[in-house]
């Protein structure tokens, strides 16, 4: 940057960020790094904190139960970010044009993300069961016998995937709603001048419009699905045979119920070093490479 | 701009707030520091002097779960002038004990879910009670043999217990009496019942006769059996016997061949109770907690008790349970809380106010001699099953052995996925490793 | 005639069409509250009637009699309602002015540190809960505490203990930049040259642009607050700083769940937010960033 300009910027670019700073430096680094700490001890949190060396990273290799919850978040993961991007753009492309109604069908949109957990857990627990649940009943009148969703192995992280899509497809809709406020009119009406049809809009203005948008809508997905803690917990507790156990779920086992915060610590900083292979592949798939 | 303007006095109007509510906030601070940092004193306590000795107890009952303790409390309080008590709810306790517990702002006596002692006793945490015990003259014959063992760890007792409770057999009346059936008292007649009153519609269940949602059930069914979750020692399991296939052979002709289940089928159905409240299932082993909840949300529902009925070589199970008093090894007031437990629960009549303003069993076995138990059709067979019921093995391994290795396992098992002989194995040798990592 | 009658005949049938798929989702996704609502109007005994009986054969206000007698709501609400618009007043300031410094300024480090922020979110917050309470405890010269962070309770039982570690999240951060970068640089360059500060560049020409995301994050940080569960309940200790969340928790213990009670309360609960969101509805309409600048 050239000269005094540059530099009275750059004065004003760190004033801006101080207290954000400050605050993250006080209430977020050094918390972490004192997690880090504790995963290479025995922190109980109540009596004990022993220096242990890589005993609990160890550890990690031989616990069978840790790398059944990584694969099922994973394969949650896998299904759930695609689709929750896919559908909270589509219904925020919907619900776009200034049509009469629109107000109270995204309100209707985002309730679920307000409904309590147990309020909804009881209604798709009915709605799923197979001999009384709405969902099988209707695939009788087509002659199918519906599986026990949340009851069978198969069956169930499928199941819980789709609960909470339904659940918190409505905080990314009104992202999108938001990001969609942000392209200006005359790009579109400039397009239609030039005789675009819809999906050409689509497809080469409002996607490219939208990158920042989605590159943090997905960067933010990822993270909250490989870190899914306890929405499953309501539904099957955890089951069947673990089917729906998530990793975040464990690391709380571990730390405040089996009493190893170190062990707990240990498999937090492994999550959080797949979360980030995976927030970077998501960078290159977005092309945000040029600041991130 | 209008809104520019209406946001910067929202941000003035709420800044403003904040501070007094700060200075507000260190006035509470203040008094909370004058006692022990925690949330005993309430500007609205009665004492007159300030001679009193504050005692903080900590629970997780809210809502109409705290007016139970708010009547223990409050007798207590009235019926001496030296301690005052006073109940603060903690939603998470378990949770804010931990960190709590790093800060020094641990309460003085807390409502403890027994089977934690294995885990937190040898972390210091909790004092024992074996000395005023002793200078009280309290005599451990007075309580359920089962309950202070569950209470104590590494020979020192760490609290009295409050409550007990076990699993026993209920049964809907109405259903039973259609097909002229009494209520079983061994597996055969179990399994037979529970056949006879199983309703199926093509290959859609209509009716179970006997719930197998939860195979967490399998450590009293193998009692019953004659069989150990653990060795005596606590560090091997030792279900994968002969005793433990007998169980599962059980479960296996309930569910495949007499078919009185099927996988899911309770889920949605009186969901937070359960379906038996439904009338949809005809037969559930559940505990005494239940009997409010069966007669508040049961419209039509007329159920009975039975204890669990005995395994093919006679054998009698069931899990005991409950909540005990414990007191902490941080608290300054130990005397203090000391004299509040034993009031509370060494006291038979204390004991029994608590059971009957709670309606739960107390863990005091002269409180139990009440009519209110011995007379009660509904309890009557929950005290039956309490004489031989045994609480869960008093490691810190075994509840991550049954939640990560054997409930899993099971659950494979009931779906068909997994035989008896591998699930036994499977759930032996990762239960060894949890065992393991316990320590 | 007939050309334009086909065609307002077409468009009447698209419509339709939208707005049965609108309609559709629409039931879909509010099935479960409607049934909340009901279930919190029902007589116990119909609770658990099989087959589900969704009219309940008398409406009875008693559940929310029951919940507004048996925890102090109005306390509870007014601790939860300062605790979330704190939060948001600090996450959409902070948020916006450092989410516009990472997308309109250059300065030495500002990659490294927009990615050292990023990383933390990775960290799951269960492990980062304890070592939080430690810092807020040994806050130094706070609540008692010497320069060193002992002898007191620091930050601990104060309001302050929610907000700050709040006060400026990642998220917000991130939120915000990534709506400055979408924002074209031309206003900035021209009202440089015009001699106005940098200060109110972002102020008065670049924040305004951003009310949808602003409204949005509002919204965001207000529910997070409202809901927030297990923090408040660690770092705070007075009964009369309880939340709307603990408070909701009073209707289930010991295997016991009072169903009515607890929807009333529950959706009573919801209310804030509801009518927070039907209020910023008006920044989701199309076209509202740039009508200002257009052209």
Partial sequence: MQGRLGRHQSNVAFLFITPTMLLFAVFTLIPIVLSLYFSFTNYDVLSRIEFIGLDNYKRMLDDHIL?????????????????????????????????????????????????????????????????????????????????????????????????????????????????????????????????????????????????????????????????????????????????????????????????????????????????????????????????? | MKNMRWFAALVVIVMVLGTLMACSNNAANNTGNNTKGNNTTNAEQPTTNGKKVEVTFWGDWGGDGAIPFNVMVDAFNKSQDKIHVTYVIVEDMITKFLTASTSGGSPDIMFWDRWRTASYAPKGVLAPIDEFMKADGVPNTDFYEQALKELSSDGKLYGLPLTVDARALFYNKTILA???????????????????????????????????????????????????????????????????????????????????????????????????????????????????????????????????????????????????LVIAEASKNKEAAWEFEKWWLANADNALLWAKTSNNIPGNLKAIADPFFQDNPLYKPFMETLEFAKIRPTFSGYFPMEEKAVTPNLQLFMEGKQDAATTLKKAEEQGANELKNAK | MTSTRQISNAKYAKASLVYMVCGLIAIGMVIPLIWSVLTSLKPDNEIFQLPIKW???????????????????????????????????????????????????????????????????????????????????????????????????????????????????????????????????????????????????????????????????????????????????????????????????????????????????AFVAILPILILFLYLQKYFVQGIAFSGIKG
């Fill in chain 3, 55 to 265: 009219l309940p054969s008398r409406i009875t206000f008693e559940h929310y009699m029951k919940a507004f007698t048996t925890v102090p709501f109005g306390l509870y609400f007014w601790n939860s309602f300062y605790l979330a618009a704190m939060g948001v007043l600090f996450n959409l300031f902070l948020g916006s002015i450092s989410g516009y410094a990472f997308a309109k300024f250059e300065f030495r480090g500002k990659e490294i540190y927009f990615r050292i922020l990023l990383a933390a979110m990775m960290i799951p917050g269960v492990v980062t809960m304890i070592p939080t309470f430690f810092v807020l405890n040994h806050f130094p010269l706070l609540g008692g505490n010497n320069v060193f962070g002992g002898g007191g309770f620091g930050l601990l039982n104060s309001f302050w203990a929610v907000i700050l570690p709040g006060a400026s999240g990642p998220f917000a951060v991130f939120f915000m930049r990534q709506f400055f970068v979408s924002l074209p640089n031309d206003l900035l360059e021209m009202a440089r040259i015009e001699g106005a500060g940098e200060f109110r560049i972002f102020w008065r020409i670049y924040l305004p642009l951003t009310k949808p995301a602003l409204a949005t994050l509002g919204i965001f940080t207000f529910q997070a607050g409202w809901n927030s569960f297990l923090w408040p309940l660690i770092v705070l200790n007075d009964p009369n700083m309880k939340t709307i969340q603990m408070g909701l928790q009073a209707f289930s213990y010991n295997h016991k769940v009072q169903y009515g009670p607890m929807m009333a309360a």
């Fill in chain 1, 67 to 292: 790398w059944v919850t990584f694969r099922n978040v994973f394969i949650f993961s896998v299904i759930y970010v695609p689709f929750n991007l896919a559908i909270a753009l589509s219904l925020a492309l919907l619900l776009n044009r200034p049509r009469r109604g629109v107000g109270t069908f995204r309100t209707m949109y985002y309730v679920p993300t307000l409904t309590s957990g147990v309020a909804a857990a009881t209604v798709w627990l009915w709605l799923l069961n197979p001999e009384y649940g709405l969902i099988n009943q209707l695939l009788s009148y087509v002659g199918i016998t519906g599986p026990a969703w949340l009851a069978t192995t198969d069956t169930a992280l499928i199941s819980v995937t789709m609960v909470i899509l339904w659940q918190t497809v409505g905080s990314n809709m009104i992202i999108y709603a938001a990001g969609l406020q942000g392209i200006p009119d005359y790009l579109y009406e400039s397009a239609r001048l030039d005789g675009a049809g819809a999906f050409a809009c689509f497809r080469y203005i409002t996607l490219p419009s939208l990158k920042p948008t989605t590159f943090f809508v997905s960067t933010m997905t990822i993270i909250g699905a490989l870190q899914l803690f306890d929405q499953p917990y309501v539904l099957t507790q955890g089951g069947p045979a673990n089917a729906t156990r998530t990793v975040v779920y464990n690391i709380y086992q571990s730390g405040f119920n089996e009493l190893q915060m170190g062990y707990a610590s240990a498999q937090a900083f492994l999550l959080a070093a797949i979360i980030l292979i995976f927030a970077f592949i998501n960078m290159r798939l977005n092309k945000e490479g040029s600041m991130i």
């Fill in chain 2, 178 to 324: 259609e097909k002229g059936l009494n209520p079983p008292t061994t597996w055969d007649e179990l399994a037979d019942v529970a056949k006879q009153l199983t309703v199926w519609e093509g290959d859609k269940l209509v009716r179970s006769g006997f719930s197998l949602a939860d195979v967490g059930l399998f450590n009293m069914t193998l009692q019953q059996a004659g069989g150990q979750m653990l060795n005596e020692d606590g560090t091997k399991p030792s279900f994968n016997s002969p005793e433990g296939l007998k169980v599962l052979e059980f479960w296996n002709k309930l569910m495949n061949v007499d078919k009185v289940y099927k996988l899911g089928f309770e889920a949605g159905l009186g969901e937070g109770t359960d379906a038996f409240v439904t009338g949809k299932v005809a037969m559930i082993y559940t505990g005494p907690w239940m009997l409010s909840n069966y007669m508040k949300y049961g419209k039509d529902l007329d159920f009975g008790v039975v204890a669990p009925p005995s395994g093919p070589t006679g054998g009698k199970g069931s899990v005991m349970g409950g909540f005990g």
